[in-house]
């Protein structure tokens, strides 16, 4: 069992997340008649959990499931070339919930976030709709869930957090929850803040298209591998891409950080 595996596979669980895995697991095994709980039932466990039941009846075609493949593969691939995207975990083609496809990341722990890591965010989300525009220059309703989430980005970049220049530093977020019928800017303000958020996702999308462009015999092997397996991990997009440079910058910090703890302290002669 490969241990270290598995907790790659269940960032932000708690420990009633993880009992509850350990208990779907052991009832998939039942499921299949097994004596015991293998790597793989604790892996569908995971997926049910995160992802929801599998779709096992719903109808899609090969052209369809081309399609779902490049736009997941387009997400890891653009994530995978940015410094300030999440990590990936997982990509997956096996429809689950309301999902037809998904790929799981492990989120930073920030307390602050800061202009250039939104924006990478936001153009990981964009990748899928650019794969789709790269490789069958059409795009599909598929991205719909990805168009939600990095509106709702740019306009708290715009309209709460004060990170937009043309806009500048002014924050319409009211904190004491005192909801008004009466928008707090003007008409003018208005049209400039769509206009900002809709300059902000393009400049995203346009840069999504770029770096899948330049890697688009990558993307492909990406998404072949995908339609092949239906599931992927960190490993298989380090032996496409090779590793993340980004990833060694951080292996290298966490070492000189582990190398720090471990010299013991040493006391002054007045403290003895």
């Known amino acids: 069992m490969k241990i270290e595996f598995l907790a790659q596979q269940t960032p932000g669980f708690s420990g009633a997340d993880i009992a509850n895995m350990c208990n779907e697991s052991a009832l998939i095994a039942a499921r299949h008649g097994k004596k015991a709980i293998e790597h793989q039932d604790f892996l569908d ?3 049910r959990i995160v992802g929801g039941l599998e779709k096992k009846n719903k109808v899609i075609t090969p052209k369809e499931k081309e ?5 997941e ?3 890891a691939t653009v994530s995978w ?3 300030h995207a999440a990590p990936l975990v997982k990509v997956t083609i096996v429809p689950r919930g309301q999902s037809l496809g998904a790929a799981w990341y492990l989120p930073a722990e920030r307390l602050i976030v800061q202009t250039e890591q939104m924006l990478d965010e936001m153009c990981a989300t964009l990748g899928g709709r650019a794969a789709e525009k790269i490789i069958f220059n059409k795009i599909s309703t598929g991205a719909l869930s990805d168009l939600e989430k ?17 806009v500048g530093n002014i924050t319409y977020y009211d904190s004491s929850g ?3 019928f009466v928008k707090p800017y003007s008409e003018d303000t208005a049209r400039t803040i769509d206009k900002e958020i809709s300059k902000m996702i393009e400049a995203q999308y346009q840069r999504a298209v770029e770096l899948l462009d330049n890697n688009k015999e990558k993307l492909t092997v990406l998404a072949e591998l995908l339609l ?6 960190k490993d298989d997009l380090q032996k496409i891409f090779g590793k993340r440079p980004f990833d060694e910058i951080e292996e290298k910090v966490a070492e000189v950080i582990e190398e720090k703890e471990d010299i013991p302290a040493t006391k002054n002669a007045d403290e003895e």
């Open 178 to 180: 005192n909801d008004s």
């Open 45 to 47: 466990a995971v997926d």
């Open 150 to 166: 990095v509106t709702k980005q740019a306009r708290a970049m715009v309209t709460v957090y004060g990170l937009n220049e043309a």
């Open 67 to 71: 399609v779902i493949a490049f736009h």
């Open 73 to 75: 593969a387009g997400h």
């Open 81 to 83: 070339m940015l410094e």
């Open 228 to 233: 092949e397996k239906e599931v992927i991990f």
